[in-house]
């Protein structure tokens, strides 16, 4: 799967449209907003009685940014504490906290969101975003992948996954879409992280799907994107 944009917001406003960049003006994570004509995933679920909430776990995606439409929760509140390891960093934990969550968080309230759909149908939207610029596993999984913090990161989102693919399991109408908005280069074409260069370092992303009508197992070799090209 191939993203159509190596940038947080404007590639979640094209999972959110299916509508590339030129298309629904959201180019940039700074000073773009989605216009509230486009129409999103979240307003097509709601529309058709569904409840819909998100978890989001970068202030690039804030509410104001217009990417909350049709949510009728939309979780972006930043007060909460964000816990520092990486000495060298630990001059940044104010703004940290103020403008992102550790993957725990983000998962502890997105099972407080389940437990509030109840049986009812829903859409979901769980944001993750540990791995990313400024890595900083913590203890458990840095001691796991020492000297290699991007693996150590990815460790511990793969674990809150799993907490929350947990709880999902008690249902069997239940489909999970699990994608990216971005790669990161880490140096390759000289890129240490991602927004600039157009190689697939950045642009290649994974797209998995399971639950109810998906074979298991299949895997489809043809590109496929969250856009709509037609």
Known sequence: A?????????AVASLLTARLPLHHGVRDNDRFVLDATE????????DRGF???????????????????????????????YP???PVQRSLAGEFAATRRRADRVTDLALERLRAFGDEPFFLLVH????????????RWRDLHPGRPYDGETSFVDFELGRLLAALRERDDVLVVVTADHGESQGEHG????????????LHVPLVAAGPGVPA??????????????
């Open 39 to 46: 129409t999103t995933l979240a307003e097509r679920f709601r």
């Open 128 to 139: 993750y975003f540990d791995v990313h610029m400024q890595l900083d596993p913590p203890p």
């Open 84 to 86: 520092v390891y990486d």
């Open 191 to 202: 890129e240490p992280q991602h927004g600039f260069l157009l190689y697939e370092a950045t």
């Open 51 to 81: 409840r819909t909430g998100a978890v989001v776990a970068s202030a690039v995606l804030a509410a104001d940014r217009g990417v909350d439409q049709g949510f009728e929760h939309y979780d972006d509140d930043f007060r909460g504490p």
């Open 217 to 230: 197992g299949a895997v489809r070799e043809d590109p496929v994107s969250p856009v709509s090209y037609t």
């Open 2 to 10: 191939m993203t159509p944009v190596p940038v947080t917001l404007p």
